[in-house]
């Protein structure tokens, strides 16, 4: 079965970390670039950071500094370290796959399901 599956979400406070997983079936994801958005509650999908197949990485401003994105090929998974969490970055987490990944879910033809990532106190 083709997919992607996005795991590591939780609740955390103010200042906390948690690395996101995102695991894929079916295919490999060494053929493809790897986005990681975040949709708040009521609003769309926002890109936090994108690599592409040669592991460069691109991030949101306000993430830059706290958040990691890496690519383990052989494990067919894409990361996303995020440290110093903030309140604002509650929400769910969503990672996709395309050849050309830019800050444009549409860019994207592959999601999975979402993580939820909480920071409360």
């Known amino acids: 079965q083709v997919q992607l599956v996005e795991s590591g979400g939780g609740l955390v406070q103010p200042g906390g970390s948690l690395r996101l997983s995102c695991a894929a079936s079916g295919f490999s994801l060494a053929f493809y670039g790897i986005g990681w958005f975040h949709q708040s509650p009521g609003k769309g999908r926002v890109g936090v950071s994108y690599i592409n197949t040669n592991s460069i990485r691109t991030y949101k401003v306000s993430v830059r500094g706290r958040f990691t994105i890496s690519r383990d090929n052989a494990k067919n998974t894409v990361y996303l370290q995020m440290n110093n969490l903030k309140p604002e970055d509650t929400g769910v987490y969503y990672c996709?796959?395309?050849?050309?990944?830019?800050?444009?879910?549409?860019?994207?033809?592959?999601w999975g399901q979402g993580t939820q990532v909480t920071v409360s106190s």
């Open positions: 996709a796959t395309g050849r050309n990944p830019s800050w444009f879910p549409g860019d994207y033809d592959r």
